[in-house]
């Protein structure tokens, strides 16, 4: 796998759609075990949600109480994701001083903050209020369409001087990219910011790879995957079949089964 390019595994959170959340401990083991061995850095083990609803799993929540029960392999970097829409009708400092520990008493490394472009002005509270309990903070714009590519550009122009947050995500959110249209978003970002950036794809169309590798040969150096591609709508990039493009497989097949079976459940009880 090339230098300064990582997979950042979301297995726990995407997937968390197929099942409310529900993944049991022994998987959650298995899962970061399996992480470890094939050498993936980051992995995403769920949401921190703010308000509580007792139909949805651990992996909602992803407390730090909850994480505690896992022997953490220390190779591995774990990222939590929370919802800028959701925190901003809070009071920000009071939610997130509930939310999260200083880094030193958290097993937490990256929070990802999953926002609406047009909103994005809105994280400057919550990134710096992260930065100072010593997270590192991922800024993840969601829901870009191609007609609004100007809007964008203002938002990116905008953020640009913040110099607070470590990576800048964008999010083909409805799964309906074009590798044409992840190379010009790029370009657009480009032109404004100079830092790290990160991909999040779905697989509407079965383009979840060929945009991925896109955008880290347009210089995009996070790109997210969940194994088996499971997740929400589309589903998401496998992450074992943009390791075989790195050169770089693991065999995720007892995982996979488990994963399966919990979405099987899932379609089953919905219906």
């Not at 925190?87 to 001083?97: A, C, E, G, R």
């Not at 100079?194 to 210089?219: D, Y």
Request: proline fraction near 3%; aromatic fraction near 10%; charged fraction near 20%.
């Amino acid at each position: 796998m090339k230098s300064g390019f990582h997979i950042l595994d979301c297995t726990l959170r995407d997937g968390g759609y197929c099942n409310n959340w529900h993944f049991p401990d022994d998987l959650v083991r298995d899962y970061l075990s399996e992480m470890q061995k094939a050498g993936i850095k980051y992995v995403e083990t769920g949401l921190r949600l703010v308000e509580k609803n007792k139909n949805l799993g651990n992996c909602a929540y992803c407390s730090d109480e909850f994480l505690g029960k896992f022997s953490i392999p220390g190779e591995l970097e774990i990222a939590v994701m929370i919802k800028g829409e959701e925190l901003i009708t809070t009071d920000i400092s009071k939610t997130l001083d509930r939310l999260f520990a200083p880094k030193v008493n958290s097993p937490v490394s990256l929070v990802r903050i999953a926002m609406p472009f047009q909103k994005a002005a809105k994280s400057l509270q919550i990134i710096e209020t992260l930065k100072y309990k010593g997270y590192k903070v991922s800024l993840n714009l969601t829901k870009i369409h191609l007609e609004s590519l100007n809007e964008f550009a203002e938002v990116i122009n905008k953020i640009k001087n913040w110099q607070n947050f470590d990576i800048l995500y964008f999010a083909d959110t409805s799964g309906k990219f074009s590798p044409e249209d992840i190379e010009t978003i790029i370009n657009i970002t480009r032109q404004n910011y100079s830092g790290p950036l990160g991909f999040h794809g779905h697989n509407n169309q079965s383009l979840a790879l060929e945009n991925s590798l896109c955008a880290t040969k347009n210089g995009v150096s996070f790109i997210d995957s969940t194994v088996t591609g499971t997740g929400k709508g589309g589903g998401n990039l496998a992450t074992e079949v943009l390791m075989r493009e790195f050169g770089k497989g693991h065999d995720f097949n007892t995982l996979g089964l488990q994963l399966l079976d919990i979405s099987r459940a899932n379609i089953i009880y919905s219906s």
